[in-house]
Each structure stands twice: as C-alpha cells, then as structure tokens.
Antibody, heavy 116, light 107 residues
Framework: QVQLVQSGSELRKPGASVKVSCKASGYTFTRYAINWVRQAPGQGLEWMGWIDPNTVNPTYAQDFTGRFVFSLDTSVSTAYLEISGLKPEDSAIYYC?????????WGQGTLVTVSS | DIQMTQSPSSLSASVGDRVTITCRASQGIRNELGWYQREPGKAPKRLIYAASSLQSGVPSRFSGSGSGTEFTLTISSLQPEDFATYYCLQYNSLPPTFGQGTKLQIK
C-alpha cells in the first residue's frame, strides 16, 4: 500500500536550519510529484509547492521562496524539505503529499518548533 | 489566487446525524475540488476527488457534489470515527488552495 512516512519532530533555535524527510513506499516514486503543505498553529493548510521527480524541478509558492528548498533522493524514494534561517513563525506542522490531482496520500506530518 | 470559503468553521452533531459542509470558490473551478479528513496526529485522508468521486476504501456515507463555485460534502449518518476536521481543496489552478476547515465535534 502507498505510504509516506515523515521524519520526527524537530526543535531548533532561530537562525538554524532543519531538514524534514518524507520516505515513499508502495508505488513507483518517479511517477508522482511530491507536494509540501504547512499548517501553522491555529491556521489552515497552506500549499508550499511541489517537486517533480522526473525533472527534479521544484515549484515554490510565492510565500516560500528563498529559505525553503525541496529536494529528492530517488535512490531511496525520499523527498526532503530544508528550511534555513528559521524564524519563530516557521513553527508549524509540515506535511508531504503525493500529487494525484488532487493530493491523495499524505505523510503523518512533522512538527517543527523554532524557539530560543 | 482562488479563495475557498468553507462553512461552517465548526459543527456539533450526534452519531447518526446527517451533516453538510460547504465550500465556495472565488471563481469557477469546474469540478476540480477534493475533500479531506484530518484527525489529530494522523495523515490527512482524501475522501472525495473531482467534486463527487469517492476515494477507494472510503465509506459510502460520504458524498460530494457541486461544480463551478459551490460544493458540498455530506455525511449521511455520522459515525464515532467521523469526528474530525474536514478541508476542501481546489486544484483547478496554481496555487492549490484549501478551505479554512470545519471541525466536527460530538454534541
């Protein structure tokens, strides 16, 4: 069965970086793009962008350019989200989701907390 | 960006009740809308895609309807496991945008 399993919760200080992983199984990894979605405390779901495993070409939503980087390692069917220069307002749950018009399978979410 | 207005934001209901959640798009999105269920600590689950197509494995008490700008998710007879938060998502144009969510609580 299709599964996306994300890495565990992270606690970082402001200015640090974090890298969240999303390991896919149960399907051919290169056939589907991976979306990243953020949910900040008390907020709704916000699409951050996606990355196409065929082209390894990321697309970023307007609010997620600069400090956010999507990457892939197709040899281990894993997508990554790296956030640099962390700010307290980056504290959120980050989800990966397989793109299937619309997103069908999701990871369980990774809580990132940014606090001094 | 297309704005998705979801209502109500919260809803109290009892097991066995029929409930309806609505999403309105700021412009026409044809039938390019999905519905999701999210329980705390779990991965969001797709219930409906293409406005009215039931995801494989999802109970038939869930149904979706609508086209253009008005969409509804109906749960015909609430079960205890249905108390969760529900979101709509438009995927007609980039960026995909979500409704603000409906928290379904036990009365």
């Amino acid at each position: 069965q299709v599964q996306l399993v994300q890495s565990g919760s992270e606690l970082r200080k402001p200015g640090a970086s974090v890298k969240v992983s999303c390991k896919a199984s149960g399907y051919t990894f290169t056939r589907y793009a991976i979306n990243w979605v953020r949910q900040a405390p008390g907020q709704g779901l916000e699409w951050m962008g996606w990355i196409d495993p065929n082209t390894v070409n990321p697309t970023y939503a307007q609010d997620f350019t600069g400090r956010f980087v999507f990457s892939l390692d197709t040899s281990v069917s894993t997508a990554y989200l790296e956030i640099s220069g962390l700010k307290p307002e980056d504290s959120a749950i980050y989800y990966c989701a397989r793109e299937a018009a619309p997103m069908d399978y999701w990871g369980q979410g990774t809580l990132v907390t940014v606090s001094s | 960006d297309i704005q998705m207005t979801q209502s109500p934001s919260s809803l109290s209901a009892s097991v066995g009740d029929r409930v309806t959640i609505t999403c309105r798009a700021s412009q026409g999105i044809r039938n390019e809308l999905g519905w999701y269920q999210r329980e705390p600590g779990k991965a969001p689950k797709r219930l409906i895609y293409a406005a009215s197509s039931l995801q494989s494995g999802v109970p038939s008490r869930f149904s979706g309807s609508g086209s253009g700008t008005e969409f509804t998710l109906t749960i015909s007879s609430l079960q205890p496991e249905d108390f969760a938060t529900y979101y709509c998502l438009q995927y007609n144009s980039l960026p995909p945008t979500f409704g603000q969510g409906t928290k379904l609580q036990i009365k």
